[in-house]
T-cell receptor
Framework: AQTVTQSQPEMSVQEAETVTLSCTYDTSESDYYLFWYKQPPSRQMILVIR??????QNATENRFSVNFQKAAKSFSLKISDSQLGDAAMYFCAYGDRDDKIIFGKGTRLHILP | NAGVTQTPKFRVLKTGQSMTLLCAQDMNHEYMYWYRQDPGMGLRLIHYSVGEGTTAKGEVPDGYNVSRLKKQNFLLGLESAAPSQTSVYFCASSPGTGIYSDTQYFGPGTRLTVL
């Protein structure tokens, strides 16, 4: 069975600085998707970025980028120029062939002004 | 275009009571999902549906039933609520257009407390 591990329960970063959130996963599949979701205090889950496993190029979305290491089964999220609005719980997730997603336990990110 | 909506937003039940959570999406998505989120945990899939009239079990289906009579609606039922079902429930939908995962669009969540 696939698993997703986020080893950092909480992290803090100074406003305008860069922070990297870690995620590792385990799977025997070769084709899959990886996601980072953001959950602010409103509790709604918001897609931050998506990576297709067959693509070698790392996905980027404005200030958000990933470092996808397929052989190492690692999928970290880098947030550049951190803003107060980035404060949230971040979930790493793995998507399988049946469109089901398996979530990690999350990393709570604090932004220090 | 409201996206994914959930009704109700909050609910308190007594042990043994029943209730139904409603999820609605207006994006014409094929796939719909119900998750639960507990403190310190990520989301766990309860049930999902890959089309109108079809449902399937997820990771934690016990104690729940679902129905997808209309494409835009996905109902989650608790026949006899237990305190262990106290949680925040999220509904999501996805286009289901590819072999692999599409982006899932989440609702705002329902906070359920079972006393």
């Amino acid at each position: 069975a696939q698993t997703v591990t986020q080893s950092q329960p909480e992290m803090s970063v100074q406003e305008a600085e860069t922070v990297t959130l870690s995620c590792t996963y385990d799977t025997s599949e070769s084709d899959y998707y990886l996601f980072w979701y953001k959950q602010p205090p409103s509790r709604q889950m918001i897609l931050v970025i998506r990576q297709e496993a067959y693509k070698q190029q790392n996905a980027t979305e404005n200030r958000f980028s990933v470092n996808f290491q397929k052989a190492a089964k690692s999928f970290s999220l880098k947030i550049s120029d951190s803003q107060l609005g980035d404060a949230a719980m971040y979930f790493c997730a793995y998507g399988d062939r049946d469109d089901k997603i398996i979530f990690g336990k999350g990393t709570r990110l604090h932004i220090l002004p | 275009n409201a996206g994914v909506t959930q009704t109700p937003k909050f609910r308190v039940l007594k042990t043994g009571q029943s209730m139904t959570l409603l999820c609605a999406q207006d994006m014409n998505h094929e796939y719909m999902y119900w998750y639960r989120q507990d403190p310190g945990m990520g989301l766990r899939l309860i049930h999902y549906s890959v089309g109108e009239g079809t449902t399937a079990k997820g990771e934690v289906p016990d104690g729940y039933n679902v129905s997808r009579l209309k494409k835009q609606n996905f109902l989650l039922g608790l026949e006899s609520a237990a305190p262990s079902q106290t949680s925040v429930y999220f509904c999501a939908s996805s286009p289901g257009t590819g072999i692999y995962s599409d982006t899932q669009y989440f609702g705002p969540g329902t906070r359920l407390t079972v006393l």
